[in-house]
């Protein structure tokens, strides 16, 4: 590595060489790999571009789910859940045996029937999977959305953490064209149910206040949110780190 003993000191990079700062003082090494020109123009990186093109096609079907589902998502979801959606996105794409290499895309690829049995079941909070924390069985009618959960006993069926006196389950049923330009979508919230952690037994049933509206694919999620209670108020815990979400349809 080269030292750079000029009198005015700058960084950036000049003829192919880069100037830098580092803690052994200013450096300049030989800039490596190739130009943008190359990579934009030189048929050696056509495979490259493809890749980078089906690359941005799943990063903006992320963006789309992530902003339709943010009203829930807000409240149950990890630090890594963006490239977990991402790769989730990738595996769609891939299911896309219409479109030509470099434009096979996820809005087409979850046209395929195998594409739900890669999105049901996704967790928005790999720290909390929803099979784990609900341990009740639940059935969805997907007509209506409407999603049941009977004979649920909260301490029994619920694994929720140290500190939680109540439950809240929540449903949503959103609609989402991920062929659109941009992506676009509408997601409908159930009622809330709000549980006490005994040993009552409750029917639960989380009912949308309408249909979505539009064209696309209809995804069903449930979440459940544990909360404090302290002196008649609930609040929730530790910034959703216990809560759970995930798609259930």
Not at 59 to 76: Q, S, Y
Not at 224 to 231: K, T
Request: charged share 20%; aromatic share 6%.
């Amino acid at each position: 590595m080269a030292k750079h003993k000029g009198v005015i000191r700058f960084t950036g990079t000049i003829d192919g060489l880069t100037y830098y700062e580092s803690k052994y003082g200013p450096l300049v090494r030989k800039k490596a790999g190739p130009s943008a020109e190359q990579v934009k123009k030189d048929p050696a990186f056509q495979r490259l571009r493809e890749n980078g093109k089906e690359f941005g096609n799943c990063g903006k079907a992320t963006k789309t789910l992530r902003a339709v589902l943010m009203p829930l998502l807000k409240d149950a979801r990890d630090y890594q859940v963006t490239p977990r959606i991402i790769k989730l996105m990738a595996a769609i794409k891939n299911l896309d045996t219409i479109s030509i290499r470099g434009k096979r895309n996820v809005g087409t690829g979850i046209m395929a029937p195998t594409a739900k049995d890669l999105i049901k079941g996704f967790d928005f909070n790999e720290a909390a999977p929803l099979h784990q924390i609900l341990k009740k069985p639940y059935t969805i009618n997907t007509a209506t959305g409407e999603i049941s959960i009977p004979g649920l006993k909260p301490r029994q069926d619920l694994d929720y953490p140290k500190g939680a006196t109540h439950a809240k389950i929540t449903g949503g049923w959103a609609r989402i064209d991920f062929a659109a330009t941009p992506g676009k979508g509408e997601l409908i919230l159930t009622n809330q149910v709000t549980l006490p952690l005994n040993a009552v037994l409750n029917n639960v049933t989380l009912t949308p206040v309408s249909l979505p509206n539009g064209t696309g694919k209809d995804i069903f999620v449930l979440q459940i949110v544990f909360l404090q209670e302290v002196n008649g108020l609930e609040y929730a815990l530790k910034n959703g780190e216990f809560n759970a979400m995930g798609i259930v349809g």
